[in-house]
């Protein structure tokens, strides 16, 4: 299984260092990713309504104090929130969506986004409007309910978001070409000894569409002026 992956050597150049290359995965299926991702924001949602009843005073786990009930419901909650948002982004690097209506392009590209956003600010908005709850339990709440929301926020946005048009552009300009990626970064290239890479020991094989899956949305520049392409969205 590892020779697959492992498919050749690049030899290393004076500039730069020898480099493995491994194949890429299969790009997936861009459907039931969001159907996984649907199903985890539920969950979340659920998790969010057992916290609001243990706050009402309509759920009380006798055996753990209110406090930690509020936040492991909250932990809970967060976890769904996240896997569900990263499978949603993922989807939408299979399978984008126009961004011919700039909002619905922003919306659909971070709809975990808005997710995150049901599934906390109604909790907090009861808790902060809670007078029975003593203070350092309102306190410590508040905060891990604030802290929980930024965390869901910061990984649900799509920083690399892709669009339909340009993944069209993209798989017309190199059909099954070849491209590469290193393992981290947004771009992909079209040579292995391109400059960028001079420092990178693996890298990975595929298709533009793999590759686009893979989060690598853009052409690198470098490589871009070396081939004098222009029709696709490069890192410049």
């Not at 909790?123 to 309910?145: E, G, P, Q, R, S």
Request: glycine share 4%; aromatic share 8%; with cysteine.
């Amino acid at each position: 299984m590892a020779e697959k992956k492992e498919k050749k050597i690049v030899q290393a150049t004076s500039e730069s260092v020898a480099k493995t290359v491994k194949e890429a995965k299969p790009v997936g299926n861009a459907k039931n990713l969001r159907t996984g991702a649907v199903i985890l924001w539920v969950v979340a949602v659920i998790f969010e309504v057992l916290a609001v009843l243990v706050l009402a005073g309509k759920i009380n786990l006798t055996f753990m104090p209110q406090l930690y009930q509020l936040i492991g419901f909250l932990v809970l909650d967060l976890i769904c929130v996240i896997i569900g948002s990263q499978l949603w982004k993922k989807a939408n690097h299979i399978d984008p969506v126009s961004k011919a209506n700039k909002t619905k392009f922003w919306l659909w590209n971070n709809m975990g986004v808005v997710v995150c956003c049901f599934a906390f600010f109604p909790f907090l908005i009861l808790l902060l409007m809670n007078k029975d709850l003593d203070k350092k339990t309102k306190t410590v709440a508040i905060i891990a309910a604030i802290v929980a929301i930024l965390i869901g926020v910061g990984t649900s946005i799509d920083y690399n978001p892709v669009s339909s048009e340009d993944k069209a552009a993209a798989v017309t300009a190199f059909g099954e070409t070849k491209v590469y990626w290193a393992p981290f970064g947004h771009v992909y290239h079209t040579h292995t000894d391109c400059q960028s890479l001079n420092q990178t020991e693996t890298l990975t094989e595929g298709t533009v569409e793999q590759a686009v899956a893979a989060n690598r949305t853009r052409l690198c520049k470098f490589c871009a002026k070396l081939d004098n392409i222009t029709t696709v969205v490069t890192d410049d």
